[in-house]
């Protein structure tokens, strides 16, 4: 999914506190630095949700997924 105009933050060297925290702004907020955000500023997606469903990585037979503005129970 593509986000047009996405402000990111770049640092070398974090010196004290550090303000931002969340993994690449997936955090449902209204920064306009949260990639979920700007998903769903922009339409790409309905609701201002992330799935995430992380499997067994030994499991062969399984693969963890990411869905974005739902939540898939299956």
Same mark, same amino acid.
């Given at each position: 999914?593509?986000?047009?105009?996405?402000? !990111?933050?770049? #640092?070398?060297? #974090? @010196?004290?506190? !550090?303000?931002?925290?969340?993994?690449?702004? &997936?955090?449902?907020?209204?920064?306009?630095?949260?990639? &979920?955000?700007?998903?769903?500023?922009?339409?790409? @997606?309905?609701?201002?949700? @992330?799935? &995430?469903? !992380?499997?067994?990585?030994?499991?062969?037979?399984?693969?963890?997924?990411?869905?974005?503005?739902? @939540?898939?129970?299956?």
């Amino acid at each position: 999914m593509c986000v047009r105009n996405m402000p !990111f933050v770049s #640092v070398s060297k #974090v @010196i004290g506190d !550090f303000e931002a925290n969340g993994v690449i702004g &997936l955090a449902p907020n209204d920064d306009k630095r949260s990639y &979920l955000n700007q998903l769903y500023m922009q339409n790409q @997606i309905k609701e201002k949700v @992330i799935g &995430l469903n !992380f499997e067994d990585p030994s499991d062969k037979g399984s693969m963890s997924t990411i869905s974005w503005g739902y @939540i898939d129970y299956s």
